[in-house]
């Protein structure tokens, strides 16, 4: 019984992880290059709701426009965001050396996180309840409230989502083909600094959504609050195959549900350790992660 | 239609390219012919917006309109009408035929010409129709030449530049290439072919470049040159 329960709250973590490792993965495929800062684009999408929920008023009269302006408009500035970081972080080294880019993302990661620290303050601030939490389903003592049943939800929306735009759509493909190759791709005709360009906007998205989902169940909001979840996530990518989307979302799953069953069975304070565990694991016995090279889809 | 006047590409320190002045004319074959390692590959790459050239200048006119392809992006160059069929094909493995060839189309809006033209396509090569669901990595080397170029023709290029399209390839099927390069030549596709097979090429082109070290050091009528006793030495075996 406790099992199941377990489950429940490591799947809806688990969405959580998979939407930030896409991103992680998906800038890893057009780019080569692990983009440390995206951690923190979860955090700017937490901050950036908490704003425009108290701007809004959202906690006081509570509506379904005003809650849905609130993850969209976070969610496009963290989108717009992730475009300026590629393009005034990253594409200057594009030709240098790769520690270059890497050493940058770092850079980027720790002026987010101490710049928020300066524009927000570094306290934590209570995120306002855009939705109540209320129970859905229980069977004995096995709950599943309506929170976690959304985080799972809208995840997998995103998800099918993205999938949709890279498998179906012509920037989709385009996207792959950078992927491949980005002379190959720029020998076609595909502007291939504009889809580096959606890669990072669609994956700040996604951050963003990861960002405010959290917040409805854990609505402590201050500007560390990307590091740990980012770095679990960039092991969920790395776990599932870096640069494989699928693997992404299966890493992430995979790191929410280990992680909860640790601390559900072991002890919490091993929780954070697992994932790292994990990391050094797979790392040492399967670089290429789960669905590396032979994945269905490669980005 | 493309002139390239003294162009000067290096790689650090080493010069690829040594002033090379080179021209295609409207409706032509033109041929550069070369050792492994004499620049070929860096022209094209040049040309396609690849690789910044040193100095010197590249122009392309269509339609009595003359554009520098200096500083241009690869995708730009292609909009105007120069596209490549590169060295080594570079079809995207992980993308499906009708994919690939999609893409070569990813500047073109008009959904019923792109249509007609995919039609064009698969009528030149209806290899490629048979796997048009079929990843490209799980092509033959010949297919993938052939997916090479259709992907390049989807973008309805004036002038077509390719990289060694015999590379790898049986004769039979160098053979079938190369009679496809004469079929969208006199369909009215100027075309620069860059080829180690230098006996194919002459036959083919109307006139050839000798590139040894970066310089240009032979041009003339294909003919010409293929009669040449020095080219016979060094490129025909004779």
Redesign the interface.
């Known amino acids: 019984m406790q099992f199941l329960q377990q489950l429940i709250n490591g799947i809806s973590w688990g969405s959580i992880y998979a939407l930030i490792a896409l991103g992680y993965t998906m800038v890893y495929g057009v780019l080569r290059l692990i983009n440390f800062a995206h951690g923190d684009i979860y955090m700017l999408g937490a901050m950036f709701g908490y704003y425009v929920a108290v701007f809004l008023g959202v906690a006081e009269h509570a509506s379904g426009v005003r809650v849905l302006s609130v993850v969209l408009i976070s969610m496009l500035g963290c989108g717009l965001i992730g475009v300026g970081i590629e393009r005034f972080c990253y594409r200057p080294l594009r030709k240098a050396p790769r520690l270059a880019a890497l050493m940058t993302a770092v850079g980027v990661s720790l002026l987010l996180e101490n710049g928020g620290q300066l524009i927000f303050g570094a306290d934590p601030k209570f995120f306002p309840p855009l939705i109540h939490t209320r129970e859905i389903f229980r069977f004995h003592e096995i709950v599943l409230n309506n929170i976690q049943l959304m985080i799972f939800a809208v995840s997998l929306l995103l998800m099918f989502l993205l999938h949709w735009i890279v498998m179906k759509t ?1 920037m989709g ?2 996207m ?2 950078v ?3 980005h ?11 504009r889809v580096i360009s959606f890669t990072f906007f669609l994956g700040s998205l996604l951050a963003a959504a990861a960002g405010i989902l959290v917040s409805l169940s854990n609505p402590k909001v201050e500007p560390l609050m990307g590091i740990m979840p980012g770095l679990k996530a960039f092991v969920a990518a790395v776990l599932g195959g870096i640069g494989n989307m699928m693997g992404a979302m299966i890493g992430g799953l995979i790191m929410g549900i280990s992680e909860v069953l640790v601390s559900g069975y072991i002890s919490s304070t091993y929780r954070d350790a697992f994932a790292f565990f994990i990391l050094i694991f797979i790392l040492l016995y399967k670089p290429s992660g789960l669905l590396g090279k032979t994945g269905p ?2 980005l | 239609m493309l002139k390239i006047n003294n162009l000067i590409v290096s790689y650090g320190n080493i010069k690829a390219l040594q002033g090379v002045s080179l021209e295609v004319k409207e409706g032509e074959i033109v041929t550069l012919i070369g050792a492994n390692g004499a620049g070929k590959t860096t022209l094209l790459k040049t040309i396609s917006g690849l690789i910044a050239p040193v100095s010197g200048t590249i122009y392309y006119s269509k339609n009595e309109k003359n554009s520098s392809l200096n500083h241009m992006a690869p995708h730009e160059i292609v909009r105007l009408g120069v596209s490549q069929v590169p060295e080594g094909r570079m079809v995207f493995a992980n993308l499906s035929v009708a994919e690939n060839l999609d893409l070569g189309a990813f500047l073109r809006r008009d959904a019923r010409e792109v249509r007609e033209s995919l039609d064009k396509a698969f009528q030149l090569f209806p290899r490629l129709k048979e796997r048009v669901t079929q990843n490209a990595g799980t092509l033959s080397g010949g297919e993938q030449q052939m997916l090479a170029i259709a992907r390049a023709l989807m973008a309805k290029p004036k002038l077509l530049l390719m990289d060694e399209p015999s590379l790898g390839l049986a004769p039979i099927l160098v053979k079938e290439i190369f009679e496809t390069i004469r079929k969208i030549n006199q369909e009215g596709l100027s075309i620069l072919l860059v080829e180690q097979n230098a006996h194919l090429a002459l036959q083919l082109a109307h006139r050839a470049y000798v590139l040894e070290t970066g310089k240009i050091v032979l041009e003339g009528p294909a003919r010409e040159l293929a009669m040449n006793e020095e080219v016979k030495k060094a490129y025909l075996g004779a």
Do not use: Q
């Not at chain 1, 002379?183 to 600094?193: C, K, Q, S, T």
């Open positions: 012509r493909k385009a792959r083909a992927s491949f190759s002379d190959a791709a720029g020998l076609v005709g595909i502007p291939v600094n889809e490669k």
